[in-house]
């Protein structure tokens, strides 16, 4: 039982982090923006800079690291689908996360596939 509930306080952490990074929009050049992001990201061993550099399928296995359920991995692929509306990087993240998730939860996804289509 105790695993249970240490799981699922896991999930919520993870929740809070997804839902506070998804609100939090971007802006690129704005420096308070990017201290807000890092400091989500510093809870999952990540900054702005990292992310924006590391290869696709390191963040995967990062997320895996910091047990991100398929479902907030594909919210945390739902923000960087979104940044990518600004920064270019984060596009070929977003798609390799989504195909990542498609292909490891053994579970097909229209709705992930759509998504990939509209990357």
């Given at each position: ?94 798609k390799s996360l989504y195909s990542f998730i ?18």
């Amino acid at each position: 039982m105790l695993n249970k509930g240490v799981k699922s306080e896991e999930d919520r952490r993870i929740e809070s982090i997804v839902v506070k990074l998804s609100s939090i929009g971007f802006v690129p050049d704005d420096l308070k923006v990017k201290e807000e992001i890092d400091a989500e990201l510093a809870k999952i061993g990540l900054t702005f800079s990292i992310l924006l550099e590391m290869e696709a399928t390191a963040l995967n296995q990062q997320l895996l690291q910091f047990n991100f359920g398929w479902d907030r991995m594909e919210q945390f692929a739902d923000v960087m689908a979104q940044w990518a509306k600004k920064e270019e990087r984060f596009k070929a993240k977003a798609k390799s996360l989504y195909s990542f998730i498609q292909n490891e939860s053994k579970a097909f996804s229209f709705e992930i596939m759509a998504k990939i289509g509209q990357l």
